[in-house]
């Protein structure tokens, strides 16, 4: 499985972006979807998962409200819309792929990463 992320860029505080996440497989709806972030000296920490058919969302705490995932099993893709973005969300964003089962420290797949930077 590839995962192919873009989306990313550079916006000011209280700005928006929306990453997507493209899966190059025919198994798509056999895994949860999440997306990770990783800041400059810091671990790579869960920011939103989301299960195999939508049902099922998980948030980290600092993004609550904030940002939303979401999926589409017929075009193999999963999304972030991050809104009201604030300089701590600044980092490298990863999709990640994980066999239904599993749980978000057993990641199979990673895509390449992408750049979120949010000025103050």
């Known amino acids: 499985v590839q995962l192919q992320a873009s989306g990313g860029g550079s916006v000011q505080a209280g700005g928006s972006l929306r990453l997507s996440c493209a899966a190059s497989?025919?198994?798509?709806?056999?895994?949860?979807m999440g997306w990770f972030r990783q800041a400059p000296g810091k671990e790579r920490d869960l920011v939103a998962g989301i299960g195999w058919n939508a049902l099922h969302t998980y948030y980290a705490d600092s993004v609550k409200g904030r940002f939303t995932i979401t999926r589409d099993n017929a075009e193999n893709m999963v999304f972030l819309q991050m809104t009201s973005l604030k300089p701590e969300d600044t980092a490298v964003y990863y999709c990640?792929?994980?066999?239904?089962?599993?749980?978000?420290?057993?990641?199979?797949?990673w895509g390449q990463g992408t750049q979120v930077t949010v000025s103050s």
């Open positions: 497989t025919r198994t798509f709806s056999n895994y949860a």
């Open positions: 990640a792929a994980v066999v239904q089962g599993r749980t978000w420290s057993q990641v199979n797949y």
